[in-house]
Protein backbone atom coordinates (compact mmCIF):
# COMPACT_ATOMS: atom_id res chain seq x y z
CA UNK A 1 0.00 0.00 0.00
CA UNK A 2 0.53 3.84 -0.35
CA UNK A 3 3.84 4.54 2.38
CA UNK A 4 4.98 8.20 2.96
CA UNK A 5 8.00 8.64 4.96
CA UNK A 6 8.81 11.26 7.36
CA UNK A 7 12.44 13.26 8.07
CA UNK A 8 13.57 13.92 10.51
CA UNK A 9 11.02 12.18 12.98
CA UNK A 10 12.60 14.02 16.17
CA UNK A 11 13.46 17.47 16.32
CA UNK A 12 14.53 19.81 19.04
CA UNK A 13 13.95 23.47 18.14
CA UNK A 14 15.26 26.46 19.64
CA UNK A 15 12.55 29.15 20.08
CA UNK A 16 12.74 31.85 17.62
CA UNK A 17 15.01 29.65 15.24
CA UNK A 18 13.28 27.99 12.10
CA UNK A 19 12.77 24.11 11.00
CA UNK A 20 11.89 22.12 8.00
CA UNK A 21 9.72 18.38 8.09
CA UNK A 22 9.71 16.41 5.17
CA UNK A 23 7.62 13.57 3.48
CA UNK A 24 8.81 11.63 0.68
CA UNK A 25 6.74 9.34 -1.19
CA UNK A 26 8.15 6.80 -4.02
CA UNK A 27 4.58 7.20 -5.73
CA UNK A 28 2.85 10.19 -7.74
CA UNK A 29 0.33 11.39 -5.34
CA UNK A 30 -2.60 12.70 -6.01
CA UNK A 31 -2.61 15.44 -2.94
CA UNK A 32 -0.55 15.56 0.54
CA UNK A 33 -2.16 16.88 3.26
CA UNK A 34 -0.65 17.80 6.88
CA UNK A 35 -2.02 17.52 10.06
CA UNK A 36 -0.67 18.38 13.87
CA UNK A 37 -1.05 16.70 17.11
CA UNK A 38 -0.45 18.50 20.02
CA UNK A 39 0.56 16.20 23.07
CA UNK A 40 -2.37 14.98 24.79
CA UNK A 41 -4.42 15.57 21.70
CA UNK A 42 -5.90 14.21 18.98
CA UNK A 43 -4.59 15.12 14.72
CA UNK A 44 -5.64 18.14 13.45
CA UNK A 45 -5.83 19.15 9.83
CA UNK A 46 -3.69 22.10 8.63
CA UNK A 47 -3.96 22.08 4.94
CA UNK A 48 -4.24 19.96 1.84
CA UNK A 49 -1.86 20.75 -1.11
CA UNK A 50 -3.15 19.27 -4.66
CA UNK A 51 -1.38 20.87 -7.59
CA UNK A 52 2.84 20.19 -8.59
CA UNK A 53 4.91 22.50 -6.85
CA UNK A 54 1.82 24.07 -4.97
CA UNK A 55 3.12 26.79 -2.20
CA UNK A 56 0.28 27.44 0.86
CA UNK A 57 1.33 29.69 3.75
CA UNK A 58 -0.61 29.76 7.21
CA UNK A 59 1.40 32.28 9.06
CA UNK A 60 4.66 31.34 9.96
CA UNK A 61 4.22 27.90 8.43
CA UNK A 62 4.84 27.65 4.88
CA UNK A 63 3.68 23.89 3.01
CA UNK A 64 5.30 23.05 -0.49
CA UNK A 65 4.60 19.63 -2.61
CA UNK A 66 7.28 18.94 -5.01
CA UNK A 67 7.41 19.70 -8.77
CA UNK A 68 6.83 15.70 -9.17
CA UNK A 69 4.35 14.94 -6.26
CA UNK A 70 6.52 12.64 -4.81
CA UNK A 71 7.72 14.80 -1.96
CA UNK A 72 5.74 17.65 0.56
CA UNK A 73 7.74 20.43 2.79
CA UNK A 74 6.52 21.82 6.30
CA UNK A 75 8.45 24.59 6.87
CA UNK A 76 8.23 26.76 10.10
CA UNK A 77 9.59 30.41 11.04
CA UNK A 78 10.73 31.82 14.00
CA UNK A 79 9.49 28.92 16.16
CA UNK A 80 7.09 29.49 19.27
CA UNK A 81 6.39 27.23 21.98
CA UNK A 82 3.02 26.96 20.43
CA UNK A 83 4.30 24.70 17.57
CA UNK A 84 5.64 21.73 19.66
CA UNK A 85 3.93 18.57 18.78
CA UNK A 86 4.01 16.09 16.04
CA UNK A 87 3.11 16.43 12.83
CA UNK A 88 2.02 14.05 10.10
CA UNK A 89 1.82 13.81 6.51
CA UNK A 90 -0.86 11.86 4.58
CA UNK A 91 -1.77 10.61 1.26
CA UNK A 92 -4.49 8.70 -0.34
CA UNK A 93 -4.13 4.94 -0.95
CA UNK A 94 -6.67 2.87 -2.42
CA UNK A 95 -10.15 3.20 -1.91
CA UNK A 96 -11.08 5.50 1.37
CA UNK A 97 -7.80 5.34 2.93
CA UNK A 98 -5.86 7.70 4.46
CA UNK A 99 -1.37 6.57 4.68
CA UNK A 100 -0.47 8.92 7.56
CA UNK A 101 3.25 8.86 8.03
CA UNK A 102 5.09 8.42 10.97
CA UNK A 103 5.36 11.88 12.30
CA UNK A 104 7.94 14.63 13.46
CA UNK A 105 7.86 15.13 16.82
CA UNK A 106 8.96 18.39 17.71
CA UNK A 107 10.17 19.46 20.89
CA UNK A 108 10.32 23.29 21.14
CA UNK A 109 13.35 24.86 23.84
CA UNK A 110 12.71 27.78 25.36
CA UNK B 1 -21.63 22.37 12.85
CA UNK B 2 -19.90 18.57 12.52
CA UNK B 3 -18.78 17.35 16.32
CA UNK B 4 -17.15 14.11 16.72
CA UNK B 5 -17.50 12.31 20.17
CA UNK B 6 -15.51 9.32 21.40
CA UNK B 7 -16.02 7.19 24.83
CA UNK B 8 -14.95 6.28 27.57
CA UNK B 9 -12.04 9.26 27.09
CA UNK B 10 -9.72 6.57 29.45
CA UNK B 11 -10.05 2.86 29.76
CA UNK B 12 -8.18 0.65 31.89
CA UNK B 13 -9.23 -3.09 31.57
CA UNK B 14 -7.54 -6.22 32.71
CA UNK B 15 -6.30 -8.47 30.10
CA UNK B 16 -9.05 -11.04 28.63
CA UNK B 17 -11.61 -8.88 29.31
CA UNK B 18 -14.27 -7.57 26.36
CA UNK B 19 -13.42 -3.66 25.22
CA UNK B 20 -16.49 -1.74 23.80
CA UNK B 21 -15.23 1.90 22.20
CA UNK B 22 -17.97 4.12 20.93
CA UNK B 23 -17.82 6.96 18.10
CA UNK B 24 -20.65 8.95 17.32
CA UNK B 25 -21.01 12.14 14.43
CA UNK B 26 -23.01 14.54 14.00
CA UNK B 27 -24.06 17.09 11.49
CA UNK B 28 -23.34 14.96 8.82
CA UNK B 29 -24.86 12.61 6.47
CA UNK B 30 -23.58 9.83 4.89
CA UNK B 31 -19.64 9.97 6.56
CA UNK B 32 -16.80 7.62 5.86
CA UNK B 33 -15.46 6.71 9.20
CA UNK B 34 -11.81 5.10 10.52
CA UNK B 35 -10.83 3.62 13.91
CA UNK B 36 -6.84 4.70 13.83
CA UNK B 37 -4.79 3.13 16.95
CA UNK B 38 -1.78 4.97 18.15
CA UNK B 39 0.92 3.73 19.84
CA UNK B 40 3.08 5.61 22.63
CA UNK B 41 4.86 8.10 20.16
CA UNK B 42 4.36 6.70 17.10
CA UNK B 43 2.13 7.22 13.92
CA UNK B 44 -1.36 6.01 13.18
CA UNK B 45 -2.47 2.85 12.18
CA UNK B 46 -5.60 1.99 9.96
CA UNK B 47 -7.27 -0.21 11.69
CA UNK B 48 -11.14 -0.36 10.31
CA UNK B 49 -13.01 1.92 7.89
CA UNK B 50 -16.33 1.89 6.68
CA UNK B 51 -18.13 3.93 4.05
CA UNK B 52 -21.89 3.03 5.20
CA UNK B 53 -23.99 0.86 7.35
CA UNK B 54 -23.29 -2.61 7.92
CA UNK B 55 -19.76 -2.02 5.61
CA UNK B 56 -16.20 -2.56 7.48
CA UNK B 57 -13.45 -3.14 6.22
CA UNK B 58 -10.39 -4.37 7.62
CA UNK B 59 -6.43 -3.17 7.26
CA UNK B 60 -4.87 -5.43 9.19
CA UNK B 61 -5.29 -8.80 11.01
CA UNK B 62 -5.67 -8.48 14.66
CA UNK B 63 -7.94 -9.33 18.43
CA UNK B 64 -10.50 -6.58 17.31
CA UNK B 65 -13.58 -6.11 15.18
CA UNK B 66 -15.86 -2.68 14.42
CA UNK B 67 -19.29 -2.13 13.65
CA UNK B 68 -21.53 0.59 12.15
CA UNK B 69 -24.80 -0.06 13.57
CA UNK B 70 -26.47 3.28 12.07
CA UNK B 71 -24.88 5.55 10.21
CA UNK B 72 -23.07 7.94 12.48
CA UNK B 73 -22.42 5.47 14.67
CA UNK B 74 -19.25 3.76 14.73
CA UNK B 75 -18.20 0.75 17.61
CA UNK B 76 -15.07 -0.75 18.10
CA UNK B 77 -15.05 -4.25 19.97
CA UNK B 78 -12.80 -6.80 21.41
CA UNK B 79 -13.97 -10.59 22.80
CA UNK B 80 -10.63 -10.78 24.77
CA UNK B 81 -8.02 -7.89 25.15
CA UNK B 82 -4.64 -8.52 24.68
CA UNK B 83 -1.56 -6.61 26.26
CA UNK B 84 -0.74 -5.39 22.75
CA UNK B 85 -4.35 -3.75 22.57
CA UNK B 86 -3.26 -0.95 24.51
CA UNK B 87 -3.12 2.49 22.89
CA UNK B 88 -4.84 5.63 21.97
CA UNK B 89 -7.60 4.84 19.73
CA UNK B 90 -8.86 7.78 17.42
CA UNK B 91 -12.16 7.96 15.45
CA UNK B 92 -12.47 10.18 12.16
CA UNK B 93 -14.39 10.73 9.39
CA UNK B 94 -14.61 12.53 6.04
CA UNK B 95 -17.16 12.80 3.17
CA UNK B 96 -16.80 11.66 -0.29
CA UNK B 97 -14.23 9.67 -1.87
CA UNK B 98 -12.28 8.78 1.36
CA UNK B 99 -8.67 9.72 1.01
CA UNK B 100 -9.17 12.99 -0.70
CA UNK B 101 -10.63 14.70 1.92
CA UNK B 102 -9.87 16.30 5.42
CA UNK B 103 -10.29 14.06 8.19
CA UNK B 104 -11.86 15.18 11.16
CA UNK B 105 -10.45 13.40 14.49
CA UNK B 106 -12.32 12.40 18.03
CA UNK B 107 -10.26 13.39 21.15
CA UNK B 108 -9.39 9.62 21.58
CA UNK B 109 -9.74 7.04 24.15
CA UNK B 110 -6.42 6.16 25.71
CA UNK B 111 -6.79 2.20 26.58
CA UNK B 112 -4.41 0.81 28.75
CA UNK B 113 -4.38 -3.10 29.40
CA UNK B 114 -3.07 -4.78 32.39
Known amino acids: GQQVMQIPQYQHVQEGEDFTTYCNSSTTLSNIQWYKQRPGGHPVFLIQLVKSGEVKKQKRLTFQFGEAKKNSSLHITATQTTDVGTYFCAAPYGNNRLAFGKGNQVVVIP | SQTIHQWPATLVQPVGSPLSLECTVEGTSNPNLYWYRQAAGRGLQLLFY??????ISSEVPQNLSASRPQDRQFILSSKKLLLSDSGFYLCAWDIGTGGTETQYFGPGTRLLVL
Open chain 2, 50 to 55: SVGIGQ
